[in-house]
């Protein structure tokens, strides 16, 4: 009876650690992907970021010369 016993508890030992690792290797997944994740994000806020300034010069830009236009004509 103790050699059954000790049997089942090595076979639950030996699936609970199988079912570890693929969790493990789930979790693993996971991180890559936040991590990818986070690298996309960066970039894309960075996009636009540069095209919020571009935006923001042109219309700078613009608002300089037609306010020069306007004063030329006086």
Not at 23 to 35: D, G, H, P
Not at 36 to 61: D, F, G, I, V, Y
């Amino acid at each position: 009876m103790s050699d059954d016993f000790h049997y089942d508890k090595s076979v639950e030992m030996i699936a609970l650690n199988e079912f570890m690792e693929q969790q493990q290797q789930k979790i693993n997944q996971l991180q890559q992907e936040i991590v990818l994740l986070n690298t996309r994000n960066s970039m894309l806020e960075k996009e636009l970021a540069e095209r919020s300034e571009e935006h923001t010069s042109e219309l700078q830009s613009l608002a300089y010369l037609v306010c020069r236009l306007l004063l030329e004509k006086k």
